[in-house]
């Protein structure tokens, strides 16, 4: 079964610093990749995806993502983190065409010190 | 574009009612799937719906159960509420582009409270 891991429960940076968001998934073919992030009480928003063709992938907010395939990752970046990025991201993962079942990871919480 | 619409937003019932909850949603998307949050299990996939068919469905007990109208309004319903059962509720609806799957687009949630 694929599963997702995301090594960091909760992640402390200064406004402005850098940010790399770790995720590792665990699936034999190539998978759909995304990137969620969650404020409190709200819904999932979609930061980026990943289906195919260039790893490098740009998402809204600034933020972008790669796909590493021989280290089955696809970790999630942003060079300057703002203090409304404070909030809780998730990463997902889908069998592949035709299937719409997302496997998340348990998450990470971003906080952002002013 | 409207997005995907989640109601009730909050809900308290008691231990053994039973309870529906519905989502509307983004016009022309006609997959609706379903996901509990909670604390300790994080997102669990509950099922999906297609053209008013559940084609997947997740690990949870049989009082979960779904349904997908014509207009792909979907409705999940959970019979003999248990106080585990106290999660938010996602809604997400994708487009089918060619069989394919596509990103999906999340509601607000509907917040349950088991008392």
């Known amino acids: 079964a694929q599963s997702v891991t995301q090594p960091d429960i909760h992640i402390t940076v200064s406004e402005g610093a850098s940010l790399e968001l770790r995720c590792n998934y665990s699936?034999?073919?190539?998978?759909?990749l995304f990137w969620y992030v969650q404020s409190p009480g709200q819904g999932l928003q979609l930061l980026l995806k990943?289906?195919?063709?260039?790893?490098l992938v740009q998402g809204i907010k600034g933020f972008e993502a790669e796909f590493k395939r021989s280290q089955s990752s696809f970790n999630l970046r942003k060079p300057s983190v703002h203090w409304s990025d404070a909030a809780e991201y998730f990463c997902?993962?889908?069998?592949?065409?035709?299937?719409?079942?997302?496997?998340f990871g348990k998450g990470t919480k971003l906080s952002v010190i002013p | 574009k409207a997005g995907v619409t989640q109601t009730p937003r909050y809900l308290i019932k008691t231990r053994g009612q039973q309870v529906t909850l519905s989502c509307s949603p983004i016009?022309?998307?006609?997959?609706v799937s379903w996901y509990q949050q909670t604390p300790g299990q994080g997102l669990q996939f509950l099922f999906e719906?297609?053209?008013?068919?559940?084609?997947n469905k997740g690990n949870f007990p049989g009082r979960f159960s779904g349904r997908q109208f014509s207009n792909s309004r979907s409705e999940m319903n959970v019979s003999t509420l248990e106080l585990g059962d106290s999660a938010l509720y996602l809604c997400?609806?994708?487009?089918?582009?060619?069989?394919?799957?596509?990103?999906?687009?999340f509601g607000q949630g509907t917040r349950l409270t088991v008392v």
């Open positions: 997400a609806s994708s487009l089918v582009d060619r069989g394919r799957g596509t990103e999906a687009f």
């Open positions: 699936y034999g073919a190539t998978p759909y």
């Open positions: 990943y289906f195919s063709g260039d790893t």
């Open positions: 997902a993962v889908v069998q592949g065409a035709g299937s719409y079942q997302l496997t």
């Open positions: 016009s022309g998307h006609r997959s």
């Open positions: 719906y297609f053209s008013e068919t559940q084609r």
